[in-house]
């Protein structure tokens, strides 16, 4: 039984990880990535990603339609929380002032954080209320495209 749950949960990790880069999201595997991306100039949207259901059912999807946006963040990166491990702790070590979530969104301006929609604002709620709130953030702190 042990084989085919893990079978089963890599292939939910692996449509996952997929739902998240089809969207334009750059996946970061390691803490060299996410300080690469995380120090960029501009501004930088972070889903970090997992694979409950409310990511699945509620975040993806809003991280997929919120970026369809008059004003977007220069770069769209995920980390995959309890996968890559070290990559998420790395990014985590930038959202000051807020303690773990997952699924959550953190939107970042040349390394700094502005903002962000943590789980609790995500799980319960349906995904165009979570775009919404991302979008508005979007307006506020990003540049037309």
Known sequence: MSMDFNLFMNDVVRQAREEATASGYKE???VEEVDEALTKKGTTL????????CAGGIARPAAAHAIHHDKRPDQLVTVFA???KEATAKARSYFEGYP???PSFAL???GKLLTM???HEIEGH?????????Q?????YCEEI
Do not use: A, I
């Open 108 to 110: 970042l301006k040349d």
């Open 28 to 30: 970061l595997k390691t």
């Open 46 to 53: 972070v889903l970090v990603n997992s694979v409950c259901g």
């Open 117 to 119: 929609v943590e789980r």
């Open 126 to 134: 349906d995904p165009m209320s979570v775009v919404n709130k991302l």
């Open 82 to 84: 309890g996968q890559d």
């Open 100 to 102: 773990p979530s997952s």
């Open 136 to 140: 508005e953030y979007f307006d506020q």
